[in-house]
């Protein structure tokens, strides 16, 4: 090399950068619970989580473990579940008990739905599941750690202005890989739908939505791959996790569902994912449980069945 020469170097995008050597996907149901206990026993200064349900005490334990050695633990909790009442009642007194913030979230009608974690500021989980033993050992369910600083920075400021009870900024602060709802889960889950080239995968056992199934049907129609599994048989899996699939280059999970009350009226957190070693391994994962639904997986809702 001629000197003074320097090495030609091939700049990377900040979304190819980001995401390699920073970001894994925990699917099998064993890793789950070990892959959350070691993001909250790693934290050391500030733990930030939402909370649907919880019945794993180990869960609970480590957020008291990580208080007694001094990290701030803060969460916020929906005020509204499902026959959860008491169950959220027992959370919320077991939470402030061992020390934590505990912030219910003060919207009247919407559902704190969004299931995500951040730990000292630099590392981020987004899940399908709630912390719960089902959804530990018997449901298709996917966690997504990442230090990707626009996912971390995204979930922050969501979190302050929820823990707050303030609206989110009208711009788009969250960064581009996060779609929060109901602000804006149906323009970008329409946006990516509308997309695809090829092929359309979804994982949703709560696939309802009129508007979505309609998109649905009309892309169908002009020739794209369409494949849903829904609440049919998957081998002795049961349904939980939501994930969408496109062109099997693009794939989107997290707590949103497609159904009406999941897009217009809860606080939902789904993220994008690019990497293309994150998409096959998630594509593998849908492959394997399409063929144990079969023929069933081609059929969307209100379809008529010879």
């Not at 090495?7 to 970001?23: D, L």
């Not at 009309?218 to 062109?247: C, F, N, W, Y």
């Amino acid at each position: 090399m001629s000197p003074g020469r320097r090495p030609s170097v091939v700049k990377k995008t900040s979304r190819q950068s980001s995401a390699k050597a920073t970001e894994r996907l925990v699917l099998d149901p064993a890793e789950r619970k070990a892959a959350l206990l070691g993001v909250i026993g790693a934290a050391k200064r500030r733990l930030i989580l939402s909370l649907f349900r919880c019945d794993d005490f180990s869960i609970l334990d480590a957020l008291a473990a990580a208080l007694e050695r001094g990290c701030e633990v803060e969460a916020v909790l929906t005020k509204r579940a499902k026959g959860g009442k008491k169950r959220l009642k027992k959370l919320w007194g077991a939470l402030e008990e061992m020390g934590a913030v505990v912030t219910r979230y003060a919207d009247p009608v919407v559902k704190y739905h969004a299931k995500y974690l951040v730990a000292d500021d630099s590392t981020a989980i987004i899940t399908t599941l709630n912390p719960t033993r089902k959804c530990f050992t018997r449901t298709w369910d996917v966690v997504l750690i990442t230090q990707d600083s626009s996912v971390v920075k995204g979930l922050l400021t969501l979190y302050k202005a929820d823990a707050a009870g303030v609206p989110l900024p009208s711009r788009r602060p969250l960064g581009r890989r996060l779609i929060v709802g109901p602000e804006r889960s149906r323009p970008e889950i329409r946006a990516l739908i509308a997309s695809a080239k090829h092929s359309i995968r979804i994982l949703d056992h709560k696939l309802s939505d009129p508007d979505v199934v309609g998109l649905l049907r009309e892309r169908r129609a002009e020739g794209i791959t369409v494949s849903v599994l829904g609440k049919q048989p998957m081998g002795g899996v049961l349904p939980h996790g939501k994930m969408m699939i496109i062109d099997e280059a693009r794939a989107v999970l997290g707590s949103t569902a497609l159904s009406t009350l999941s897009l217009d009226f809860r606080r939902e957190v789904s993220v994008v994912i690019h990497e293309p070693a994150l998409v096959k391994q998630l594509n593998m994962s849908y492959q394997q449980l399409s063929a144990k639904a079969g023929a069933a997986a081609t059929h969307l809702p209100g379809d008529r069945i010879a």
